[in-house]
């Protein structure tokens, strides 16, 4: 078990030559939102380009897109044909992904390098509706891919609910909860032994976990590593979802899954400790915390041109 430092970052960092451009830096698909849920696509989307990907397309239901790209004009939006779901509770999101749209995001794929699926997406309801006939048309085109995936949210609660077989190179980013209904288990037998179960998991799926929380584990089933950076300023919706943009981020760049992992959760730590200097552990939103990474990345950097 290894706590990460951050002489082990500036290792990690990926290069950033000059005679480059934004195809050099890769390209994340990110498939990620709903109507209930629009910020999430947001958050991450907008982190994955933070941390240096190259160019970042969100796949959505149309009313997200729109919401996003009035956000910010910085991400490419992939609208995506949805199925209304009839219902008389004003709850229901009517927005359900159509599984034929799975055509349209392979396309799409051709020219990405990593993949993020979940953030937002708006799940099960298996009485008013749900994507759970998206997701298992989507998991089933992407069987063949070596692209890394990065499954967060609604993704893992797909995989609690299916058990399906995951495609090679995919990387989970639960939290203790989710981790609890992946594995079958309680919450708390997991905060006791975080690392044990983190692995269990890895070698269950055969994929990369991510254990968010204090001390966030890292394992690929054997090796394992220990986040020292964040802390309670991290303890607010939508900073999840930032952490999978960045760890998204750094797939797309060619950073190995573990490598990209371990590199996202220690910056996205740092991130929040230099938000906490100005803003105070309670008052940091996740879209601030979208600002502070570069303060993150320049540590980093700093200590990369010392060495």
């Known amino acids: 078990m290894q706590t ?16 480059s451009n934004k195809a050099s830096f890769g390209h994340v698909l990110n498939i990620a939102g709903s109507m209930n849920y629009k910020g999430a696509a947001y958050l991450s989307s907008l982190s994955a380009l933070r941390v240096g990907a190259g160019y970042v397309t969100l796949a959505s239901s149309p009313s997200v897109c729109q919401s996003v790209s009035h956000l910010s004009a910085n991400i490419v939006t992939l609208p995506l044909e949805t199925q209304a779901f009839s219902s008389a509770q004003d709850t229901v999101n009517p927005e359900i992904l159509a599984p034929s749209q799975c055509d349209a995001l392979l396309k799409r794929m051709l020219s990405s390098t990593a993949i993020s699926i979940g ?3 708006g799940l099960i309801n298996q009485e008013l509706g749900s994507n759970l006939e998206f997701f ?33 190179n995919c990387l989970l980013t639960p939290h203790p909860k989710e981790l609890a209904r992946l594995l079958s288990v309680n919450v708390g037998d997991i905060q006791q032994n975080r690392a044990l179960y983190a692995k269990k998991a890895a070698k269950k799926y055969h994929a990369i976990v991510v254990l968010k929380g204090h001390n966030t584990v890292i394992t690929d089933g054997e090796l394992v590593f220990i986040n020292p950076t964040g802390g309670s300023i991290l303890a607010k919706a939508g900073t999840g979802d930032v952490l999978t ?17 371990c590199l996202g959760v220690y910056l996205h730590g740092l991130a929040a400790e230099f938000a906490e200097k100005e803003l105070s552990a309670y008052s940091m939103l996740a879209s601030e915390l979208i600002d502070y990474i570069p303060n993150a990345m320049i540590e980093i950097l700093k200590a990369k041109h010392q060495n």
């Open 245 to 261: 943009g960045m760890i998204s981020g750094f797939c797309a760049q060619s950073v190995s899954p573990l490598s990209a992992a």
């Open 136 to 168: 298992s048309a989507l998991l089933n085109k992407l069987k063949t891919t070596h692209l890394p995936i990065i499954l967060d949210a609604d993704g893992l609660n797909y995989l609690s609910v299916t058990q399906a077989p995951l495609p090679r």
């Open 4 to 19: 990460l430092t951050l002489t082990n970052m500036c290792d990690l960092l990926p290069p950033r030559p000059d005679d």
């Open 119 to 121: 953030p937002g997406l």
